[in-house]
Protein backbone atom coordinates (compact mmCIF):
# COMPACT_ATOMS: atom_id res chain seq x y z
CA UNK A 1 0.00 0.00 0.00
CA UNK A 2 0.84 3.25 -0.39
CA UNK A 3 0.52 5.61 3.08
CA UNK A 4 0.80 8.83 3.48
CA UNK A 5 2.05 9.54 7.36
CA UNK A 6 2.00 13.21 9.11
CA UNK A 7 3.44 14.09 12.02
CA UNK A 8 2.89 17.13 14.09
CA UNK A 9 4.70 18.97 16.86
CA UNK A 10 3.46 16.84 19.75
CA UNK A 11 5.28 15.04 22.23
CA UNK A 12 2.91 12.57 23.44
CA UNK A 13 2.44 9.15 21.10
CA UNK A 14 5.52 10.23 19.69
CA UNK A 15 7.99 7.42 20.00
CA UNK A 16 4.94 4.78 19.65
CA UNK A 17 4.22 6.61 16.18
CA UNK A 18 8.24 6.10 14.85
CA UNK A 19 8.08 2.95 16.21
CA UNK A 20 4.74 1.81 14.64
CA UNK A 21 6.23 3.64 11.38
CA UNK A 22 9.38 1.51 11.30
CA UNK A 23 7.50 -1.92 11.36
CA UNK A 24 4.74 -0.66 8.56
CA UNK A 25 7.91 0.32 6.30
CA UNK A 26 8.76 -3.54 6.05
CA UNK A 27 6.00 -3.88 4.19
CA UNK A 28 4.58 -0.85 2.20
CA UNK A 29 5.41 2.29 0.45
CA UNK A 30 5.33 5.36 3.19
CA UNK A 31 5.62 9.43 2.25
CA UNK A 32 6.34 11.33 5.77
CA UNK A 33 4.98 14.65 6.28
CA UNK A 34 6.35 16.67 8.89
CA UNK A 35 5.15 19.77 10.44
CA UNK A 36 7.46 22.49 10.84
CA UNK A 37 6.93 21.65 14.79
CA UNK A 38 7.07 18.38 14.41
CA UNK A 39 10.10 18.33 12.80
CA UNK A 40 11.54 20.44 16.11
CA UNK A 41 9.55 18.27 18.48
CA UNK A 42 11.31 14.71 16.39
CA UNK A 43 14.59 16.58 17.16
CA UNK A 44 14.14 16.96 20.89
CA UNK A 45 12.99 13.35 21.39
CA UNK A 46 16.09 12.37 19.72
CA UNK A 47 13.35 10.83 16.98
CA UNK A 48 14.49 12.30 14.08
CA UNK A 49 17.49 10.72 12.92
CA UNK A 50 15.01 7.23 12.90
CA UNK A 51 12.53 9.28 10.56
CA UNK A 52 14.93 9.92 8.23
CA UNK A 53 16.14 6.27 8.30
CA UNK A 54 12.64 5.25 7.03
CA UNK A 55 12.75 7.80 4.23
CA UNK A 56 14.04 7.27 0.78
CA UNK A 57 13.08 6.87 -2.36
CA UNK A 58 9.41 7.40 -4.92
CA UNK A 59 6.50 7.92 -2.79
CA UNK A 60 8.83 7.57 0.13
CA UNK A 61 10.29 10.91 0.81
CA UNK A 62 10.57 12.84 4.33
CA UNK A 63 8.04 15.93 3.46
CA UNK A 64 9.56 18.51 5.58
CA UNK A 65 6.99 22.09 5.66
CA UNK A 66 9.64 24.56 5.85
CA UNK A 67 11.29 22.93 2.40
CA UNK A 68 7.47 23.58 0.96
CA UNK A 69 6.20 26.61 -0.62
CA UNK A 70 2.51 28.19 0.43
CA UNK A 71 1.11 26.53 -2.26
CA UNK A 72 1.65 22.88 -1.26
CA UNK A 73 2.65 21.06 -4.53
CA UNK A 74 3.41 17.79 -2.85
CA UNK A 75 -0.39 17.61 -0.96
CA UNK A 76 -1.77 17.26 -4.94
CA UNK A 77 -0.95 13.70 -4.74
CA UNK A 78 -4.16 13.49 -2.26
CA UNK A 79 -6.72 15.34 -4.58
CA UNK A 80 -5.08 12.63 -7.26
CA UNK A 81 -5.70 9.57 -5.17
CA UNK A 82 -2.37 8.83 -5.03
CA UNK A 83 -2.00 7.64 -1.87
CA UNK A 84 -4.45 4.66 0.14
CA UNK A 85 -4.30 5.94 3.31
CA UNK A 86 -3.54 9.47 5.25
CA UNK A 87 -2.30 8.64 8.77
CA UNK A 88 -1.91 11.79 11.25
CA UNK A 89 -0.41 10.60 14.35
CA UNK A 90 0.44 12.65 16.77
CA UNK A 91 -1.86 15.00 15.97
CA UNK A 92 -1.99 18.38 18.18
CA UNK A 93 -4.93 20.43 19.73
CA UNK A 94 -3.60 23.11 17.18
CA UNK A 95 -3.69 20.97 13.76
CA UNK A 96 -7.13 19.27 14.94
CA UNK A 97 -8.37 22.77 15.45
CA UNK A 98 -7.75 24.13 11.87
CA UNK A 99 -8.65 20.74 10.58
CA UNK A 100 -12.19 20.73 12.34
CA UNK A 101 -12.19 25.00 10.84
CA UNK A 102 -11.71 24.22 7.02
CA UNK A 103 -8.55 25.51 7.44
CA UNK A 104 -5.20 24.19 5.31
CA UNK A 105 -2.77 26.60 5.75
CA UNK A 106 0.40 24.29 7.01
CA UNK A 107 1.12 21.28 5.20
CA UNK A 108 -0.32 18.89 7.65
CA UNK A 109 -4.06 20.72 7.23
CA UNK A 110 -3.31 21.05 3.93
CA UNK A 111 -2.61 17.12 3.62
CA UNK A 112 -6.16 16.19 5.40
CA UNK A 113 -7.67 18.47 2.90
CA UNK A 114 -6.64 17.41 -0.16
CA UNK A 115 -7.07 13.98 0.83
CA UNK A 116 -11.27 14.59 1.55
CA UNK A 117 -11.07 16.26 -1.74
CA UNK A 118 -9.68 12.89 -3.45
CA UNK A 119 -11.27 10.70 -1.29
CA UNK A 120 -8.12 8.82 -0.15
CA UNK A 121 -9.26 7.27 3.73
CA UNK A 122 -8.05 9.60 6.63
CA UNK A 123 -6.94 8.36 10.35
CA UNK A 124 -6.32 10.73 12.95
CA UNK A 125 -4.64 10.00 16.10
CA UNK A 126 -5.20 13.33 18.45
CA UNK A 127 -3.51 13.50 21.63
CA UNK A 128 -6.30 15.51 22.98
CA UNK A 129 -9.10 12.71 22.94
CA UNK A 130 -10.86 12.51 26.29
CA UNK A 131 -11.52 15.21 28.72
CA UNK A 132 -9.15 14.53 31.78
CA UNK A 133 -5.98 14.67 32.52
CA UNK A 134 -3.11 13.02 30.88
CA UNK A 135 0.19 11.50 31.36
CA UNK A 136 3.01 12.33 28.95
CA UNK A 137 7.24 12.54 29.18
CA UNK A 138 9.25 15.41 28.28
CA UNK A 139 12.16 15.62 26.26
CA UNK A 140 15.58 17.01 28.19
CA UNK A 141 15.28 18.60 31.30
CA UNK A 142 17.38 20.57 33.56
CA UNK A 143 16.25 19.91 36.77
CA UNK A 144 17.25 23.28 39.12
CA UNK A 145 16.96 21.71 42.15
CA UNK A 146 19.81 19.26 41.65
CA UNK A 147 21.84 21.41 39.59
CA UNK A 148 25.11 22.06 42.08
CA UNK A 149 26.07 24.72 39.38
CA UNK A 150 29.76 23.48 39.22
CA UNK A 151 32.58 25.46 37.79
CA UNK A 152 32.67 23.50 34.67
CA UNK A 153 29.37 21.81 33.55
CA UNK A 154 29.95 18.58 32.87
CA UNK A 155 26.46 18.14 30.75
CA UNK A 156 27.68 21.44 29.22
CA UNK A 157 30.57 20.06 28.03
CA UNK A 158 28.86 16.71 26.57
CA UNK A 159 26.79 18.52 24.63
CA UNK A 160 27.51 18.27 20.81
CA UNK A 161 24.97 21.39 20.00
CA UNK A 162 25.65 23.53 22.77
CA UNK A 163 22.39 23.39 23.65
CA UNK A 164 23.07 24.38 27.17
CA UNK A 165 23.39 27.15 29.39
CA UNK A 166 24.84 26.04 32.39
CA UNK A 167 22.56 26.40 35.83
CA UNK A 168 20.09 28.02 33.36
CA UNK A 169 18.22 26.32 30.89
CA UNK A 170 18.16 23.77 27.82
CA UNK A 171 17.61 25.64 24.74
CA UNK A 172 15.38 22.66 23.26
CA UNK A 173 15.66 24.63 19.72
CA UNK A 174 19.45 23.19 19.63
CA UNK A 175 18.31 19.87 21.82
CA UNK A 176 18.56 16.73 18.90
CA UNK A 177 18.02 14.42 22.21
CA UNK A 178 21.05 12.67 22.11
CA UNK A 179 21.15 11.86 25.68
CA UNK A 180 24.46 12.90 26.20
CA UNK A 181 23.87 15.57 28.67
CA UNK A 182 21.86 12.92 31.09
CA UNK A 183 24.91 10.42 31.18
CA UNK A 184 26.75 13.10 32.03
CA UNK A 185 25.75 15.80 34.66
CA UNK A 186 27.43 13.66 37.77
CA UNK A 187 24.49 15.44 40.29
CA UNK A 188 21.59 13.77 38.04
CA UNK A 189 20.79 16.85 37.15
CA UNK A 190 19.36 16.27 33.44
CA UNK A 191 16.41 14.21 33.05
CA UNK A 192 15.26 12.91 29.65
CA UNK A 193 11.31 11.16 29.62
CA UNK A 194 10.45 12.44 32.97
CA UNK A 195 6.47 12.04 33.27
CA UNK A 196 4.15 15.09 33.53
CA UNK A 197 0.21 15.23 33.73
CA UNK A 198 -1.07 17.29 31.55
CA UNK A 199 -5.37 19.00 31.60
CA UNK A 200 -6.97 18.78 28.44
CA UNK A 201 -8.93 21.58 27.74
CA UNK A 202 -12.74 21.52 26.77
CA UNK A 203 -11.76 23.49 23.68
CA UNK A 204 -9.70 20.97 22.16
CA UNK A 205 -11.61 17.98 23.58
CA UNK A 206 -14.61 19.52 22.02
CA UNK A 207 -12.54 20.20 18.18
CA UNK A 208 -11.54 16.71 18.60
CA UNK A 209 -15.62 15.41 18.94
CA UNK A 210 -16.56 17.27 15.72
CA UNK A 211 -13.65 15.28 13.79
CA UNK A 212 -16.09 12.20 14.33
CA UNK A 213 -18.36 13.75 11.92
CA UNK A 214 -15.82 14.02 9.15
CA UNK A 215 -16.77 12.33 6.29
CA UNK A 216 -13.64 9.58 5.04
CA UNK A 217 -12.16 10.47 8.89
CA UNK A 218 -11.14 7.79 11.39
CA UNK A 219 -10.40 8.99 14.49
CA UNK A 220 -8.15 6.47 17.19
CA UNK A 221 -6.80 6.74 19.74
CA UNK A 222 -3.36 4.64 19.43
CA UNK A 223 -1.24 4.52 15.88
CA UNK A 224 -1.00 0.13 16.32
CA UNK A 225 -4.87 0.35 15.43
CA UNK A 226 -3.80 1.88 11.83
CA UNK A 227 -3.18 -2.26 12.21
CA UNK A 228 -6.34 -3.10 12.04
CA UNK A 229 -7.46 -1.03 9.39
CA UNK A 230 -4.83 -2.61 6.92
CA UNK A 231 -5.47 -6.28 7.61
CA UNK A 232 -9.42 -4.95 6.70
CA UNK A 233 -8.03 -2.86 3.86
C1 LIG B 1 8.45 19.26 23.79
C2 LIG B 1 7.12 19.67 23.23
C3 LIG B 1 6.06 18.79 23.29
C4 LIG B 1 4.79 19.17 22.81
N1 LIG B 1 3.76 18.28 22.93
C5 LIG B 1 2.52 18.64 22.50
C6 LIG B 1 1.44 17.72 22.62
O1 LIG B 1 1.58 16.58 23.11
N2 LIG B 1 0.21 18.11 22.17
C7 LIG B 1 0.01 19.34 21.59
O2 LIG B 1 -1.12 19.65 21.18
N3 LIG B 1 1.03 20.25 21.47
C8 LIG B 1 2.28 19.92 21.91
N4 LIG B 1 3.32 20.81 21.78
C9 LIG B 1 3.04 22.17 21.21
C10 LIG B 1 3.03 22.16 19.67
O3 LIG B 1 4.28 21.74 19.14
C11 LIG B 1 2.69 23.58 19.16
O4 LIG B 1 1.37 23.91 19.52
C12 LIG B 1 2.84 23.73 17.65
O5 LIG B 1 2.54 25.05 17.27
C13 LIG B 1 1.95 22.77 16.89
O6 LIG B 1 2.12 22.95 15.50
P1 LIG B 1 1.57 21.86 14.46
O7 LIG B 1 0.17 21.56 14.87
O8 LIG B 1 1.64 22.54 13.15
O9 LIG B 1 2.49 20.69 14.51
C14 LIG B 1 4.60 20.45 22.25
C15 LIG B 1 5.69 21.34 22.18
C16 LIG B 1 6.92 20.95 22.67
C17 LIG B 1 8.06 21.94 22.60
Not at 6 to 20: K, M, P, R, W, Y
Request: proline share 4%.
Amino acid sequence: MKIAWGITGAGHLLQDSVEFLEMLKKDHKITIFLSGAGEEVLKMYGLFDRVKKISGGYYQELVIEKEQRSSYPMTGRFSLGKYDLLVVSPTTSNTIAKIVNGIADTLITNAVAQAGKGKVPTSIIPVDLESGDLDTVLPSKLELDLCQKCDTCEAAAACPNQAITPGVEINLLQCKGCGACQISCPFDAVTGGKKITIHMRDIDIENTSKLFNFPGVDVLSHPSEIKKFLDEF
